[in-house]
Nanobody
């Protein structure tokens, strides 16, 4: 069974920072690259960043240089450090495997005010 629990979202002013966490079940975390996705109001869910089991990362162009994805394999936990946040980063953020499994967590809301 896949379990994904995201946390750490909130309301922040533009230019601020947040760190998201995702606690994942071992059966998904240990064998997969993991990623953060986000869904803004009225838009489709989109890929944000991913990290392989060995720590190789990839980012969508819009967050490069501002977001950092990491994982703690001992804790089955995924992180997303978000700096220099912009209003366009406002969305519900989700974690999942790469490719994504059909089961999603509840997500965590990130709201960036201008």
């Amino acid at each position: 069974q896949v379990q994904l629990v995201e946390s750490g979202g909130g309301l922040v002013q533009a230019g601020g920072s947040l760190k998201l966490s995702c606690a994942a079940s071992a059966n998904i975390f240990r064998i997969n690259s993991m990623a953060w996705y986000r869904q803004a109001p009225g838009k489709q869910r989109e890929y944000v960043a991913q990290v392989s089991r060995g720590g190789i990362t990839n980012y969508v162009d819009s967050v490069k240089g501002r977001f950092t994805i990491t994982r703690d394999n001992a804790k089955n936990t995924l992180y997303l450090q978000m700096n220099s946040l912009k209003p366009e980063d406002t969305a519900v953020y989700y974690c999942n495997a790469v490719p994504a499994k059909s089961s999603w967590g509840q997500g965590t809301q990130v709201t960036v005010s201008s």
